[in-house]
């Protein structure tokens, strides 16, 4: 499916060619990488503790082939906020003009994102996009030496389908309907490829995910590296769940 979408198209100016090795044969391909990071939590909120060691173990299966392990990250000090505001500011701009004749019509939390946006001042915005680039070059340092970083994909274990979101970790209350995904979203300001691979299960039996990320345009590192952790881990069988039984 990656290699189908792989092409350049004039209506995208983001859009690349596609790369002159398939992705598939990354997959095909399992390498395990020479260094990587991992953190619980990349130095900026709680996470479970489940998750946290289910994912730590996971990450330490490297180390059982020959990679090095450490806990090293880029500094995503920042990060929240900056993708907090440049989220707001997006849902404005695409979404803005339907509050003064559609509100009623609007999820909350939408609704959320659009005021906070058209609450924006140019202060905030600016100091978003400038903390976004010394984020990226960060990241782009940290890979010079590391050839992945890990994390959880998200905070917490799956939560009862009735509930809209979580609203704690642990002790922590969180503020909005996206903090528990705090670990991928912060991901997504670097541009960088990113994956959540099966992981293990907690004593419930509910999945975990562990986040594998690559420097810029590295996405066949990290599927085949992600491809050698599946094989390592041998859950491939009990993945996915179904969700009546």
Not at 40 to 54: I, Q
Not at 208 to 222: C, F, K, N
Request: charged share 20%; proline share 9%; glycine share 8%.
């Amino acid at each position: 499916m990656l290699d189908a979408q792989s092409v350049q198209h004039p209506g995208d100016p983001l859009s690349m060619l596609a790369p002159r090795v398939p992705f598939v044969a990354a997959a095909q391909a399992p390498r395990a990488p020479r260094r990587v990071g991992f953190s619980a939590n990349l130095g900026l909120s709680n996470v479970d503790p489940e998750v946290a060691g289910l994912c730590g173990a996971a990450a330490r299966r490297f180390e059982g082939m020959g990679s090095i392990v450490d806990d090293a990250v880029p500094d995503f000090g920042q990060a929240i906020e900056t993708f907090q505001t440049l989220r707001g500011l997006l849902f404005a701009a695409i979404r803005g003009d339907l509050l003064a004749t559609e509100r009623a019509r609007i999820n909350p939390s939408i609704i959320w994102n659009i005021d906070k946006g058209l609450g924006l001042t140019v202060d905030e915005i600016l100091r978003a996009e400038r903390d976004r680039a010394r984020l990226f070059r960060s990241v782009v340092e940290y890979f010079e030496h590391h050839d992945l970083l890990l994390c959880p994909t998200v905070a917490l274990p799956p939560y009862p389908v009735e509930q809209p979101y979580p609203t704690r970790i642990g002790d922590q209350v969180l503020t909005s309907y996206i903090d528990w995904m705090f670990l991928t979203f912060v991901v997504t300001l670097t541009g960088c490829p990113a994956l959540s691979l099966p992981c293990g299960f907690t004593r419930a039996g509910l999945p975990i995910g562990l986040q594998i990320v690559g420097p810029p345009h590295g996405d066949a590192a990290v599927i085949a590296a992600a491809a050698a952790l599946e094989q390592d881990l041998g859950i491939v069988g009990r993945v996915p769940i179904d969700p009546m039984q």
